[in-house]
T-cell receptor
Framework: SQQGEEDPQALSIQEGENATMNCSYKTSINNLQWYRQNSGRGLVHLILIRSNEREKHSGRLRVTLDTSKKSSSLLITASRAADTASYFCATDNSGGSNYKLTFGKGTLLTVNP | NAGVMQNPRHLVRRRGQEARLRCSPVKGHSHVYWYRQLPEEGLKFMVYLQKENIIDESGMPKERFSAEFPKEGPSILRIQQVVRGDSAAYFC?????????????FGPGTRLLVL
């Protein structure tokens, strides 16, 4: 598997439900970021969590980080149809060129109205 | 405040032609990164530039691809003699300071189609 690998690959839920996406990575990191990409559009930065943080909130978003398991989760609460997008986690590499972000293939989230 | 600007948004080229992609970073940002996204894939790092300097081009193919970030004007990603495999979305990102301390802000991308 590659650095910054998300699962599931696709997730379909009803409006109002919560959506949880997971990300696993391989190397030691300084931080992990989550981005959203609407179909055919650019990436929107959602949240950055540093390696010394375990949990972070931003509005309806909650991100956790477990460096011992090299994994992170993104929880979107009370989902809306407008949340439909692909979600990517991106990691740097604390042991290497830390400006290089490594992205997974993303989780395609569909929120049905 | 304007975010990262990229143009053109869509570019169609025939095999063998040249493609020039432009990126204007967020005002005040002096660090630019280019990434490529193939269909249904994540973004892959290509090159990292500061003003007038290429810091890391390890993700960029050694032939046909070049990048610059001049003192004045936008950053340019240039692809010579394009082939069908170059068809992808190319994203530019910028940050005020390089390294892991700063979030990279992405532009809307240029979607290149090679016929």
């Amino acid at each position: 598997s590659q650095q910054g690998e998300e699962d599931p690959q696709a997730l379909s839920i009803q409006e109002g439900e919560n959506a949880t996406m997971n990300c696993s990575y391989k190397t030691s990191i300084n931080n992990l970021q989550w981005y959203r990409q609407n179909s055919g559009r650019g990436l929107v930065h959602l949240i950055l969590i540093r390696s010394n943080e375990r949990e972070k909130h931003s509005g309806r978003l909650r991100v956790t980080l477990d460096t011992s398991k090299k994994s992170s989760s993104l929880l979107i609460t009370a989902s809306r149809a407008a949340d439909t997008a692909s979600y990517f986690c991106a990691t740097d590499n604390s042991g290497g060129s830390n400006y290089k972000l490594t992205f997974g293939k993303g989780t395609l989230l569909t929120v049905n109205p | 405040n304007a975010g990262v600007m990229q143009n053109p948004r869509h570019l169609v080229r025939r095999r063998g032609q040249e493609a020039r992609l432009r990126c204007s970073p967020v005002k005040g940002h002096s660090h630019v990164y280019w990434y490529r996204q193939l269909p249904e894939e994540g973004l892959k790092f290509m090159v990292y530039l500061q003003k007038e300097n290429i810091i890391d081009e390890s993700g960029m193919p050694k032939e046909r691809f070049s990048a610059e970030f001049p003192k004045e004007g936008p950053s340019i990603l240039r692809i010579q003699q394009v082939v069908r495999g170059d068809s992808a979305a190319y994203f530019c990102a910028s940050s005020p300071v390089g390294g892991w301390q700063e979030t990279q802000y992405f532009g809307p991308g240029t979607r290149l189609l090679v016929l």
